[in-house]
Structure formats: structure tokens, C-alpha cells
């Protein structure tokens, strides 16, 4: 079946520091990708989002590339902030293989501190 | 600015007991989701609700039903709590099945099974 693995945290880092959060995944079809961004007692909000290969997600700094080749969409930001830690989400949705709903990566809790 | 609306935000039940999550969302959609968040173990889906009228099981669907009341409306029944169902449980819904447009998700409902 389908599944996303990405790096475990928790990931610590001082404010202005550049940030990669790796995930790669398996699919049976051809999925669209997204990084979901939770914070503390709240629930998901879609950071961005990616729908074919070597498409750019971008949304506040933040970006990944839909890389077929090595099937990766790993998250990137080039000055972290405090108002950036939260938990951080890989999922893809592969609806060519007859089912609905997301799969999502275990999550990757990220610490910025000042 | 509602967006998808979960009742209650916190619950804690008996072994053994019922209770029925609710969810409703605003924004004219389609599809309803429902998933369950663990420690280390991200979101996996329960069921899901293509339209009003139809469900489909999930991942994890075993010990939950779900009822599609009407477009807007998507509720979770635990018939028979078990303390393995301790849980976040998040609803979701989007416009269009298939990872086009990106789920948008309630603030969960926090449970406890003693």
C-alpha cells in the first residue's frame, strides 16, 4: 500500500537557521503531494500542496519540489523562525488506486529557538 | 470563516459506553473525511463520505460507524468504547475527491477511554 516516511523529531534549531524536513513515499498511482502544518491544539492547515512532478509548492517561506525520480518532497525554508515550530505533516493522496483520503507521514515536530 | 466545526473538543468515557462525534462543515463540500491522530503514528483515516449518501471504510475503520446525515454533516459512533480508542479524532472535508483540492480539517475532538 501506500506510504509516506519523513524524518522524526523532534528538530531543534535557532531562529534564522535553514530548515530541511526530508520525506519520501510509495504509491501504487501517481499522487499529489502536500505538507500539512499543525499547531499546538489546533488542528491541520495545508501549508502547500504539489500535484505533478517537478512542481514547486510555496506558501511563507516555505517550499518542496514534486520529485518523481527519487520520490521525495522533502520541506525546505531558507531562515526559520519561533513562529515556525509546530508539527510538520508529508501526506499524499493517490486516488488512482480506487481510494479516497490522505496518507500521512508520522509528523516531525520542529522547535525554533530564539 | 467557521470552516469544519467538531463537537465536543474534549470527552472522556467508561469502557464499554457509546458516543457519537460530530462534525459539520460550511463550506458546500462533497467529500468528509474522519481520521484518528496516535503518538508517532500521524493521521490515519476511519471512513470517508465521497457525497451525501455514501461511505467507505478507511485504514482503521474497525469499532466506529459513521453516518453522512446530509451534505454538511458527517458524525463517528463508537458503539462500544475501548481504551485502544483513545485518540484525537479529526474531521475533514474538501470540494473534490482526489487530492486536487486540499482537505481542510476541524480542531478535533480529544478522547479518553478509561
Redesign the interface.
Known amino acids: 500500500g501506500d506510504s509516506?516516511t519523513q524524518m522524526?523529531g523532534p528538530v531543534t534549531l535557532s531562529e534564522e537557521a535553514f530548515l530541511t524536513i526530508n520525506c519520501t513515499y510509495t504509491a501504487t498511482g501517481y499522487?499529489?503531494l502536500?505538507w500539512?502544518v499543525q499547531y499546538p491544539?489546533?488542528?491541520?492547515?495545508?501549508l502547500l500542496?504539489a500535484?505533478k512532478a517537478d512542481d514547486k509548492g510555496s506558501n511563507k517561506g516555505f517550499e518542496a519540489t514534486y520529485r518523481k525520480e527519487t520520490t521525495s518532497f522533502h520541506l525546505e525554508k531558507g531562515s526559520v523562525q519561533v513562529s515556525d515550530s509546530a508539527v510538520y505533516?508529508c501526506a499524499?493522496?493517490?486516488?488512482g488506486r480506487g481510494?479516497?483520503?490522505?496518507?500521512?507521514?508520522?509528523?516531525t515536530h520542529l522547535i525554533i529557538q530564539p | 470563516n467557521a470552516g469544519v466545526t467538531q463537537t465536543p473538543k474534549f470527552q472522556v468515557l467508561k469502557t464499554g459506553q457509546s458516543m457519537t462525534l460530530q462534525c459539520a462543515q460550511d463550506m458546500n463540500h462533497n467529500s468528509m473525511y474522519w481520521y484518528r491522530q496516535d503518538p508517532g503514528m500521524g493521521l490515519r483515516l476511519i471512513y470517508y463520505s465521497a457525497s451525501e449518501g455514501t461511505t467507505d471504510k478507511g485504514e482503521v475503520p474497525n469499532g466506529y460507524n459513521v453516518s453522512r446525515l446530509n451534505k454538511r454533516e458527517f458524525s463517528l459512533r463508537l458503539e462500544s468504547a475501548a481504551p485502544s480508542q483513545t485518540s484525537v479524532y479529526f474531521c475533514a472535508s474538501t470540494g473534490q475527491q482526489g487530492g486536487v483540492q486540499p482537505q481542510h480539517f476541524g480542531d478535533g475532538t480529544r478522547l479518553s477511554i478509561l
Do not use: M, R
Open positions: 509516506v522524526e499522487p499529489s502536500f500539512y491544539g489546533e488542528g491541520l492547515q495545508l500542496k500535484t505533516f499524499l493522496s493517490d486516488f481510494a479516497d483520503g490522505l496518507t500521512f507521514g508520522k509528523g
